[in-house]
């Protein structure tokens, strides 16, 4: 059965996680060729890169939607100015990191070690939603360091949702060690802890609650649905794309025909060539399409092929039709 797509945040049930260096407008055109229904996500902007940086941080594809902007930072003011440009720019959803445990994140004053300061984080969304009529999430951790409790996780979201308005979250079921791991390692060494996060939508049953971290497979991700409301994907979904291509059927109730991975790549033709012709350098395009054939028979020499002659000067639409013509075509994959 399809579910109810009336809610402001059904697209939250199934979406793919910001991730710095990887969920660039490329990709995020990419994964939309795979599922039409799954809510994509912005790498982290700082409110600094907006505000002061050279160049257009909130550029995207059209083709992109639903697609959410994820904001870094701690300044309701800078925040609420961001998120309104956002808005205007027709962005579906303005998302707070307050779950990347980074040094450099740590001296902004933003990401996951803003947990500590639940008031603070309330003010932001409050902020925020004063100017905007689109959805303003928060995305963090079960805890940080020593703080790691239930109640703590429970008195972060009760003062954010209550004086904040925020009435979605989106749950890391990990711990954030602030100091002595690495970005890399605090996805990977704390536990995941997932009854942590079904219990916190048992307790606050008026809020969406969706759980991300160690997510792998669509039938993970419906077992998850069975006590959430929503579920995010993400380096799997890099590194094995082709899992997106039965979301909408699977996730979303669908009736339509699942996409063959060689129409995946031949549908991108249109779209490369006319980046290539703004400037874009075919490497930054194809590096998101790599793990498109993994597992399959040719997938090495698509890899291989690409990775090896992507880069050149002058590289072309020329690369991705030899790198598939090197994936057996009697597949039919």
């Given amino acids: 059965m399809k579910p109810d797509n009336t809610s402001k945040y059904a697209a939250n049930r199934f979406s793919i996680a910001p991730m710095l260096d990887w969920t660039d407008r490329h990709c995020r055109y990419f994964h939309r060729l795979l599922t039409n229904e799954t809510l994509l996500y912005t790498e982290m902007v700082t409110t600094g890169a907006i505000i002061h940086g050279k160049g257009d941080f909130l550029a995207y594809n059209q083709e992109e939607h639903p697609v959410a902007l994820q904001l870094g930072g701690s300044n309701p003011q800078d925040l609420a100015t961001c998120a309104k440009l956002a808005a205007e720019r027709g962005y579906d959803e303005i998302n707070l990191n307050v779950g990347c445990p980074s040094d450099r994140v740590q001296n902004g004053r933003f990401g996951a070690c803003l947990m500590a300061e639940p008031e603070l984080v309330a003010q932001c969304v409050a902020s925020m939603r004063e100017v905007v009529d689109i959805p303003v999430t928060v995305k963090t951790r079960i805890g940080i360091d020593d703080q790691d409790s239930y109640e703590f996780l429970t008195d972060f979201v009760s003062i954010v949702a209550e004086k904040g308005g925020c009435e979605q979250f989106t749950i890391h079921a990990r711990k954030a060690w602030l100091s002595g791991l690495s970005p890399k390692e605090n996805r990977e060494i ?10 916190l939508k048992k307790d606050f049953s008026h809020l969406n609650i969706a759980v991300n971290g160690g997510v792998k497979t669509l039938e993970d991700s419906l077992v998850h649905l069975e006590h959430l409301d929503g579920v995010m994907v993400g380096r799997e979904a890099y590194q094995n794309p082709y899992l997106l291509a039965q979301v909408d059927q699977q996730i979303f109730g669908l009736d339509k025909p699942v996409k063959k991975r060689s129409q995946v790549v031949e549908e991108m033709y249109p ?8 400037g874009a350098y075919l490497g930054h395009i194809t590096r998101h399409m790599i793990g498109l054939f993994q597992a399959m028979p040719g997938a090495r020499q698509w890899r291989r092929y690409i990775s090896e002659n992507a880069h050149k000067p002058g590289a072309g639409i020329e690369v991705v039709e030899t790198a598939l013509a090197k994936i057996p075509q009697e597949l039919n994959v």
């Fill in 271 to 278: 779209y490369i060539e006319a980046q290539l012709s703004k």
């Fill in 190 to 199: 704390p536990p995941l802890d997932y009854p942590r996060a079904y219990q």
